[in-house]
Antibody, heavy 121, light 110 residues
Framework: QVQLQQSGPGLVKPSQTLSLTCAIS??????????WNWIRQSPSRGLEWLGR?????????DYAESVKSRITINPDTSKNQFSLQLNSVTPEDTAVYYC???????????WGQGTLVTVSS | QSALTQPPSASGSPGQSVTISCTGT?????????VSWYQQHPGKAPKLMIY???KRPSGVPDRFSGSKSGNTASLTVSGLQAEDEADYYC??????????FGTGTRVTVL
């Protein structure tokens, strides 16, 4: 059974970097059959897919246009986890952030528990 | 990312059926058989209920079914039960690494 466990701070100051980690059990971040995604949810923006990393002979990353200039998602094979970094945050980035396993075309079957990140000074 | 349109609310009595619509465009719902549906209880992560328009992941009751016609996808919950009371969201692949989510529908079991 795949389980995803998120960690990271719940409060980030404006203009700083939001950093979250998603630890994987029951699967491998290097699996050829899994995409590892970050999705956020806020009352103003609803559910929003942010990006993904996946391995298929080499590592790939894809990001949503809305955050492309500010986001980095990295796999960490030594710890079997992946991370999210979102730079230059503003209060608009306040949301519950989820990591999830799956593909854009076939949905996300496994989710982390969610982390409420508030951007405030 | 343009959001897919869902009705804000839907309701039904226990044992009845409720159908939720998810309206997109010819660039997303109408162009791809890549519609998913999620159930979300308060304070919990979304749960995948339907993928690829009408397929159910293992463990999802067959009371949940999905369909699509043109630019509109639908989720039907038959034999409503108290635990089905939740928010439901659709999503659709829209090509070019682009995913749209629906606006969400709150289902109330009367």
């Amino acid at each position: 059974q795949v389980q995803l466990q998120q960690s990271g701070p719940g409060l980030v100051k404006p203009s700083q970097t939001l950093s979250l980690t998603c630890a994987i059990s029951g699967d491998s971040v290097s699996s050829n059959s899994a995409g590892w995604n970050w999705i956020r949810q806020s009352p103003s923006r609803g559910l929003e897919w942010l990006g993904r990393t996946y391995y298929s002979s080499k590592w790939y990353n894809d990001y949503a246009e809305s955050v492309k200039s500010r986001i980095t998602i990295n796999p960490d094979t030594s710890k079997n986890q992946f991370s999210l970094q979102l730079n230059s945050v503003t209060p608009e980035d306040t949301a519950v952030y989820y990591c999830a396993r799956g593909w854009l075309q076939t949905g996300f079957a496994y989710w982390g528990q969610g982390t409420l990140v508030t951007v405030s000074s | 990312q343009s959001a897919l349109t869902q009705p804000p609310s839907a309701s039904g009595s226990p044992g009845q059926s409720v159908t939720i619509s998810c309206t997109g465009t010819s660039s997303d719902v109408g162009d791809y058989n890549s519609v998913s549906w999620y159930q979300q209880h308060p304070g919990k992560a979304p749960k995948l209920m339907i993928y690829e328009v009408s397929k159910r992941p293992s463990g999802v009751p067959d009371r949940f079914s999905g369909s699509k016609s043109g630019n509109t996808a639908s989720l039907t919950v038959s034999g409503l039960q108290a635990e089905d009371e939740a928010d439901y969201y659709c999503s659709s692949y829209a090509g070019n690494i682009h995913l749209s989510f629906g606006t969400g529908t709150r289902v109330t079991v009367l």
